[in-house]
């Protein structure tokens, strides 16, 4: 069965710095990929996501992913991090029917 | 989002009581899932539905039971709660026809004391 890795446990940043992600998988072949965002108190959001086609996925609020298939990673990126940002990130890959979430990244941002 | 609701938001409860734990949707998906969070271990599935007459387990399902009571609804027993089923319990819902995505509640956080 798949697995997720996400190494950054908790990582803390000021405002305007740029931030990486880091998240692998296990296996290879065809993956679905997902990073879903918890901002404080609040249920889990929908980042960005990856099927098919172009590597560089977009997401909402100025984040993207690069899809690297021969690193089996996903890590997600963003060029200058707001205080907003602060908030749990999750990586998950579609194994089968289920979802399998990594143990999440808590990035708290300063102003 | 509101489309997925969980009740109830808070609980409360002791070891060895039953308790029920609520999940509705609007969104029209077939599939439901159960989750629950513990800090440092992310979110692991505890159950899963595909439709109505559908029922999967988890990776962690001892000591919980689930019940899909219509496509819209989805609710997740803990028998006899015990202390380390203290957490926060999310439910989700996707549709197969829209890359299967899935949609979280807002969650309900448990306590057993």
């Known amino acids: 069965a798949q697995s997720v890795s996400q190494h950054n446990h908790h990582v803390i940043l000021s405002e305007a710095a740029s931030l990486e992600l880091g998240c692998n998988y296990s296996?290879?072949?065809?993956?679905?990929l997902f990073w879903y965002v918890q901002y404080p108190g609040q249920h889990l959001q929908l980042l960005l996501k990856?099927?098919?086609?172009?590597?560089l996925v977009k997401g909402i609020k100025g984040f993207e992913a690069e899809f690297i298939k021969s690193k089996f990673s996903f890590n997600l990126r963003k060029p200058s991090v707001q205080w907003s940002d602060t908030a749990e990130y999750f990586c998950?890959?579609?194994?089968?029917?289920?979802?399998?979430f990594g143990t999440g990244t808590r990035l708290q941002v300063f102003p | 989002d509101a489309d997925v609701t969980q009740t109830p938001r808070n609980r409360i409860t002791k070891t060895g009581k039953r308790i029920m734990l609520e999940c509705s949707q609007t969104?029209?998906?077939?599939?439901m899932y159960w989750y629950r969070q513990d800090p440092g271990l992310g979110l692991r599935l505890i159950y899963y539905s595909f439709d109505v007459k559908d029922i999967n387990k988890g990776e962690i399902s001892d000591g919980y039971s689930v019940s899909r009571q219509a496509q819209a609804k989805f609710s997740l027993s803990l028998e006899s709660a015990i202390p380390n089923q203290t957490a926060l319990y999310f439910c989700?819902?996707?549709?197969?026809?829209?890359?299967?995505?899935?949609?979280f509640g807002p969650g309900t956080r448990l306590t057993v004391l």
């Open positions: 969104k029209g998906h077939d599939r």
């Open positions: 998950a890959v579609k194994d089968t029917d289920k979802l399998i």
């Open positions: 989700a819902t996707s549709d197969l026809g829209n890359t299967d995505t899935q949609y």
């Open positions: 296996y290879g072949g065809t993956v679905n």
């Open positions: 990856y099927f098919s086609g172009d590597p």
